[in-house]
């Protein structure tokens, strides 16, 4: 049995992920806040944080297909409902987010919740894929590397440039060609600059700029020359 188009969609969480959802998928209705009991719906996805998944779960009477957008987490969380997950991998901000084209998590207790998951999922024009219970940490895990880290690492960037009264845009170029080259070759390939090129003298001189001016980011600088210089050593 498959999941027909027409299913009456609520979503529940008026929060950054809640909000996006309403706004890009058709005929959804809400966000509504958390103690909805999903009465006249036929789906409830829950866009609350994953530590009040299992409660808002509970309050959904019986009988909905009930869905979360939690990444790292699996299905067990919506017991006893019939359940499903969609998670969008993609950022989203306080204006919104562009779903079409990004990657989608799902998964289904029964072939009904799994193909309702995939419809979602065309409705916004994201690629499905199917991740396992004991591969959800993992797959977050990297979700978070790639996204997170990586922002927290530029805005790093950017408080050692700002010691020089320069701007972060001067940096847009270089970490959209660097971006671009990692997804085209790979990380070993792709690895350009002084720790790469094994030119110590330079990463000292850097690493003491670091220790002068942003001390606090010494450690991230430590271990970024550390990793860095591994995977140089791979790409031989």
């Keep these: 049995m498959t999941a027909a188009p027409d299913l009456r969609l609520a979503v529940v969480g008026a929060g950054r992920m809640g909000a996006a959802l309403v706004a890009a998928l058709p005929d959804a209705a809400g966000p509504f806040g958390r103690g909805f009991d999903g009465r006249g719906f036929?789906?409830?996805?829950?866009?609350?944080?994953?530590?009040?998944?299992s409660v808002a779960a509970a309050v959904v009477h019986p009988g909905p297909l009930v869905g979360h957008c939690a990444g790292a987490w699996g299905l067990d969380l919506l017991a006893p409902h019939e359940a499903f997950g969609m998670h969008p991998l993609m950022t989203v901000t306080r204006e919104g987010?562009?779903?079409?084209?990004?990657?989608?998590?799902?998964?289904?207790?029964?072939?009904?919740?799994l193909a309702f998951a995939r419809h979602l999922a065309e409705l916004l024009e994201m690629d499905a894929y199917e991740v396992a219970d004991e591969d959800r940490a993992a797959y977050h895990a990297a979700a978070s590397i790639a996204s997170n880290f990586l922002v927290t690492l530029e805005d790093a960037a950017e408080t050692v440039l700002a010691t020089a009264g320069m701007d972060r845009r001067i940096l847009l170029p270089l970490v959209r060609a660097s971006l671009e080259n990692w997804a085209a070759l790979g990380g070993p390939a792709a690895i350009t600059g002084p720790v790469a090129r094994g030119d110590d003298a330079a990463v000292e001189r850097q690493r003491a700029a670091v220790a002068e001016r942003a001390p606090h980011l010494l450690a991230m600088f430590d271990?970024?020359?550390?990793?860095?210089?591994?995977?140089?050593r791979t790409a031989g």
Excluded: C, N, Q, Y
Excluded at 42 to 53: F, G, K, Q, S, Y
Excluded at 223 to 232: E, I, Q
């Design 97 to 113: 987010a562009m779903f079409a084209g990004a990657g989608a998590a799902v998964a289904g207790s029964t072939p009904r919740a």
């Design 42 to 53: 036929d789906a409830v996805l829950l866009a609350v944080p994953d530590r009040e998944i």
């Design 223 to 232: 271990a970024m020359v550390a990793a860095t210089r591994t995977m140089a």
